[in-house]
């Protein structure tokens, strides 16, 4: 049996080693390094993907999100809504940036920013609403996109875990996952979905002055050279990381289902488990299995993991503190309980390998050792 990984990378480069090699040689041979031909080429076949009216490629996903906070104007005090369970980069550009983050509690079942507590949190200073598509399924977009109108708010959405996944609205319409709020974000961090060999971002939106604006920000607020009309950054995708994402691109959905389909074989394994709960699904999203997250609601989720470590299982916590608990995050305004959904799912979330190369003697491998060790 292959060596089980979180993420296998290596095999993944295998299958398609042509591709990529002759894709990052184009480059070298062009000497483009920095805003070459792939990059453009890339960008177009991202939007044609994503069906984003603009593509803005960028250094990484956390530059993503904040470029995208940069354009739309906020003031220092300014309050920006994000889930409290959640990588620290949703929270950490909110604070970069002198905003304000107001942190929201999550929906037990997806595990994802919860509607009711973004209603309650939305006070006069409210600016922007940043869901985050946790773990690769999209969070309830229908009811955040209402409820951003109804208060005139921005939403920006972390796409990063989360490109490809599509969610349906009641009038039949379906969106991309990073493509329904005003701007989205992604992120190429090599094991994301759609990953390269360094780091890479990207920025979605279908409104042609954000477009405009950020793609300014991302070239140190420049539009003519060396003009400067706004204060940016230096965040750029190189040439090489978009050839090697130019190549993977066309297998996104093949990745997606497979991933999709290691999750299926999970689910079935565990489902009649009675100390596991497998991921709950968000209504009229798909999801593709960035993680697949398991909840230990009845065994010792660290025993578990130490056990299946013996057996050459990795598994990860993601994530093990709330960001109101973080450290650097802790704040007067909140308090241990304040959201006790994100606490109880940091002590209990277990996430299993989850990649495009796993087989089903590895998943029989990985589910018999779960199961025997929780039982
Ligand atoms: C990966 C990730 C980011 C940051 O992306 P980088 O490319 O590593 O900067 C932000 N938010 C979420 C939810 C992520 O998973």
Redesign the pocket.
């Known amino acids: 049996m292959r060596k089980i990984q979180m993420v296998d990378l290596q095999a993944q480069y295998q299958r398609i080693k042509h591709d990529i090699d002759a894709g990052i040689q184009e480059v070298i041979d062009s000497a483009a390094f920095v805003k070459g031909a792939k990059v453009t080429e890339f960008q177009e076949h991202l939007e044609a993907y994503t069906g984003a009216k603009h593509v803005i490629n960028v250094g990484?996903?956390?530059?993503a999100?904040q470029i995208a906070l940069m354009a739309l104007g906020l003031k220092p005090g300014d309050e920006v809504i994000t889930p409290t369970f959640?990588?620290i980069?949703?929270a950490e550009v909110v604070a970069l940036l002198g905003l304000t983050p107001v942190v929201v509690d999550v929906d037990w079942e997806t595990m994802n920013m919860d509607v009711e507590s973004v209603r309650r949190a939305i006070t006069p200073r409210t600016r922007a609403i940043v869901p985050?598509h946790?773990f690769g399924q999209c969070a309830d977009m229908e009811a955040l996109m209402a409820l951003a109108q109804e208060h005139r708010l921005y939403v920006i959405e972390?796409a990063?875990?989360a490109i490809g996944a599509k969610f349906t609205f009641s009038n039949g319409e379906t969106k991309q996952a990073g493509t329904i709020g005003h701007i989205g974000c992604t992120?190429?961090?090599p094991s994301?979905n759609l990953g390269c060999y360094g780091?890479?971002?990207a920025i979605f939106t279908n409104d042609d002055d954000l477009a405009a604006k950020m793609r300014a920000i991302a070239n140190h607020g420049m539009v003519v050279r060396y003009h400067h009309d706004m204060i940016g950054v230096n965040s750029r995708l190189d040439s090489i990381q978009a050839a090697v994402l130019d190549a993977k691109l066309p297998h996104l959905d093949e990745y997606i289902a497979a991933r999709q389909k290691a999750a299926a074989y999970y689910d079935h394994a565990f489902k009649d488990c009675p100390v596991l709960l497998i991921p709950g699904r968000q209504a009229h999203s798909t999801h593709v299995f960035h993680q697949y997250t398991l909840r230990v609601t009845g065994a010792n989720r660290d025993a578990l993991r130490e056990g299946l470590a013996e057996k050459g299982i990795p598994a990860m916590i993601y994530y093990p503190v709330p960001l109101h608990q973080q450290k650097a995050y802790l704040d007067p305004r909140y308090k241990d309980g304040d959201f006790p959904i994100a606490e109880r799912l940091a002590s209990c979330v277990l996430s299993l390998p989850m990649h495009t190369e796993l087989d089903e003697e590895q998943l029989s491998y990985i589910t018999s050792n779960v199961l025997r060790l929780v039982n």
């Open positions: 990484n996903g956390t530059d999100l959640t990588f980069a949703t985050v946790l972390d990063c875990q992120s190429f961090f994301k780091d890479g971002g």
